[in-house]
């Protein structure tokens, strides 16, 4: 298991982990397989989506009126 912690800073955010999940992947290549994306806190939630900037707390507004 290899690990990449996110720190955030604000109570609302869009991170972008790409960066975090390459640099995995690259030091554990595989020629095929699965990545398991996992979080351990209650309120965070994992997507995968194209973003643009600035559009992030558009997303999270979304998410709000979907789910109060």
Do not use: Q, S, W
């Not at 109570?11 to 699965?34: F, S, Y």
């Not at 806190?41 to 973003?51: N, S, V």
């Amino acid at each position: 298991m290899r690990k990449a912690i996110i720190k955030t800073t604000k109570t609302k955010a869009v991170v972008n982990i790409t960066r975090e999940v390459k640099k995995i992947l690259d030091k554990h290549p595989a020629k095929d397989g699965l990545i398991h994306l996992f979080l351990r806190h209650t309120t965070a939630a994992l997507t995968t989506a194209y973003i643009e900037e600035d559009l992030d707390l558009d997303l999270i507004g979304a998410y709000e009126v979907m789910v109060p």
